[in-house]
């Protein structure tokens, strides 16, 4: 007989009440795992995407919907914006790299980006198996992509015009996957790559007739124009290219003077806006903030009623037990012993709960994670473990430590020899 | 000569400050049996409860084995109980969230003394109830808890059984037994065994009798 064994088997003498506390308990616990592991790794990963980007430019429109669009490519574009306007951007002093961005296709949801390859080395990405796009119409994968919508190097598919499955699709020129990148944690593993003019020649196609070849012309151009400078966004296309339109630039600042100039030099254009993904991700975060709280308070809650509902337990139990409790004193039992065998039992209650609230949330994500692509488009994982966690379980311990305070007190000022007369 | 394991000299108790309850001096030696007679409210379980260390506020003396009860610190007094007391009460008030086995197991672990598997196995022997050894003590007759009462009680060979009625509730049949059994098991343990009841049927049993 130890202490632990003493208390577990009085748990196990009334099971029912025992499961109730360590259920209460649980969900709480629970809840705040999920809110935990959900938040802390949206911010990683917002910061991850984020990271080396100092400011996007594009059309004008929401700055939060430029930053939701072109960062973590969950927003619609907020229009298109022309490429030499882009370019003067690009040639400023103060840009270390500018990354131009053409949207507007998508296949099973996956968004296609026209992009070049200082996209990829950006996030350090490297590659799973085939190659990196190097022809139009050759694309690179992301690691979702290519597990999710079930392509393999080689495989042939026609794009859909917009975000949304089964919208006009592209039927007449097909999309040819070149090469599937590595999980890397971040949005391009949800992302289908491929070159900027291959994005322009499937909306020209549909467009305005000829427009199919224009591309073919500018390169005829380049052999007989000495004086053709490439635009440093799409070396295909020159500098001064005024029909060629992208979505939006990320742009990196080559010093700390660039984010005191550029936002307001770029605002000054008529047809561009700059947003800064720092600022907009912190504004999103305040908005989303009040969700989570009220979810936190709710978990709060959840759990001041499972620490009132096993101080009720304990408080109940005391009243029956004191028999048993004024049997061991005259077995030689010190007060000492009594009080730390109640408040074991509080702990050893808080503390199953806790264990298990905590096993619950990550099976909880876990089992998202399986069957609900979202959460894995999100990058969200089960099997991820926060430090936050010790201080739960810790703060749990705790708890169970108050909740049996007033009736191990009690226990502690009883009057052995008035329980065992029967007064 | 056998030394005196209980003696007690004009001990008076008090439970309000105007009454008190004076008891007649007592001399118990080791291994000698005892009965405390009277009608209940003659301080009886009073008596008992002070000879344990269950109540400490006495004035006169109460030595067990030459020591003056009143000063030992209470925790000593805790550890000495553990030690030294054996207590037997009228319901025989098991732990009911535990099994046979691990009601007498608890005693060692409440008294801070080592474990003896063997001892326990061939104490429940010895008192016929090995078969109900796993059995939840709420699953077993009042005979049968009674005889594991009796177990836990001498479980840490204590040199002195206190028993408080052990046997008015019990009928004559059980009554018999329960007084025998006692008295052997006491006697094998060499302890003084020490019972305040007033069940008349005990009076032909033990010879020393102290009427209060």
Redesign the interface.
């Known amino acids: 007989?130890?202490l632990l064994?003493?208390v577990w088997?009085?748990l196990?003498?009334k099971p029912l009440n025992t499961v109730l506390n360590i259920l209460l308990l649980a969900l709480g616990i629970a809840v705040i795992t999920i809110l935990l592991l959900f938040n802390n790794q949206l911010q990683e990963n917002i910061s991850k995407n984020g990271r080396g980007i100092d400011l996007v430019v594009g059309a004008k429109g929401s700055p939060l919907q430029l930053i939701l669009c072109n960062i973590f490519h969950v927003d619609f574009p907020t229009g298109n914006i022309k490429l030499n306007e882009a370019e003067r951007i690009a040639k400023n002093r103060l840009v270390k790299q500018a990354i131009p961005l053409a949207l507007g296709d998508s296949y099973l949801s996956y968004r296609i980006v026209g992009t070049n390859a200082e996209y990829a080395s950006l996030y350090k990405m490297e590659l799973q198996e085939g190659s990196w796009w190097k022809k139009n119409l050759d694309v690179t994968i992301g690691s979702n992509v290519a597990s999710i919508g079930k392509l393999k190097v080689g495989d042939q598919f026609a794009s859909a015009h917009g975000m949304v499955e089964g919208g006009h699709a592209h039927e007449e020129q097909k999309f040819v996957v070149s090469g599937i990148m590595k999980p890397s944690g971040s949005v391009l593993d949800n992302l289908i790559l491929t070159n900027v003019e291959s994005v322009w020649i499937m909306h020209e196609e549909h467009g305005e007739g000829e427009e199919a070849d224009h591309h073919h012309d500018n390169e005829e151009h380049r052999a007989q124009d000495s004086t053709f400078l490439p635009s440093r966004l799409v070396h295909t296309v020159a500098a001064s290219d005024s029909t060629h339109e992208i979505t939006s630039m990320l742009i990196e600042y080559r010093s700390p003077m660039g984010a005191v100039q550029m936002p307001r030099f770029v605002n000054s254009q008529s047809n561009l806006q700059a947003a800064s993904p720092a600022f907009e991700t912190a504004r999103l975060f305040s908005i989303l903030g009040v969700g989570v709280d009220i979810l936190m308070g709710f978990a709060y809650i959840l759990i001041v009623i499972s620490g009132l509902s096993i101080f009720i337990a304990l408080y109940n139990s005391l009243k029956e037990r004191r028999?048993?409790l004024a049997?061991?004193?005259?077995?030689?039992?010190?007060?000492?012993?009594i009080v730390l065998t109640i408040l074991t039992e509080g702990v050893f209650l808080t503390a199953l709960g806790s264990l298990a609230g905590i096993l619950l949330g990550h099976s909880v994500l876990v089992i998202l994670g399986t069957f609900v692509e979202e959460t894995q488009k999100a990058g969200v994982s089960g099997l991820v473990f926060y430090t936050e966690e010790w201080i739960l379980l810790a703060g749990s311990l705790l708890l169970g430590l108050l909740c049996a305070l007033i009736p191990a007190i009690q226990a502690y000022r009883t009057d052995?020899?008035k329980v065992?007369?029967g007064n | 000569m056998p030394e005196d394991m209980i003696t007690s000299k004009n001990l008076s108790f008090s439970y309000t400050k105007d009454s008190a309850i004076h008891f007649p001096d007592l001399t118990i030696q080791q291994g000698e049996h005892c009965l405390l007679l009277g009608q209940s409210g003659s301080g009886k379980?009073?008596l008992l409860?002070l000879l344990?260390g269950?109540?400490r506020n006495y004035s006169g003396s109460m030595q067990v084995q030459q020591q003056e009860l009143s000063e030992l610190s209470?925790?000593i007094l805790?550890?000495f109980?553990?030690?030294n007391?054996g207590?037997i009460?009228q319901k025989n008030?098991l732990?009911?969230?535990?099994t046979v086995e691990?009601n007498l197991?608890?005693?060692?672990?409440?008294?801070?003394e080592p474990?003896n598997g063997e001892r326990i196995i061939s104490l429940l022997q010895r008192l016929g109830i090995e078969s109900k050894r796993t059995s939840s003590v709420t699953k077993i007759s009042q005979g049968q808890a009674q005889r594991v009462a009796i177990a836990?009680a001498v479980l840490?060979k204590p040199s002195i059984i206190l028993a408080?009625e052990p046997t008015s509730a019990l009928d004559d049949k059980s009554c018999e037994q329960v007084i025998n059994l006692l008295m052997e098991v006491a006697s094998e343990h060499k302890a003084s065994l020490i019972i305040a009841t007033h069940d008349q049927r005990l009076k032909d049993k033990i010879k020393k009798q102290v009427l209060l």
Not at chain 2, 95 to 98: C, G, N, R, T, Y
Not at chain 2, 105 to 112: D, E, I, R
Request: glycine share 6%.
């Open positions: 007989m130890s064994s003493l088997n009085y196990k003498a028999y048993d049997i061991m004193r005259s077995m030689g039992a010190s007060r000492f012993k052995i020899s065992l007369a | 379980t009073t409860h344990g269950l109540l209470e925790s805790d550890r109980r553990g030690k007391i207590f009460f008030h732990i009911s969230a535990l691990k197991l608890l005693a060692p672990y409440l008294a801070g474990v836990r840490n408080d």
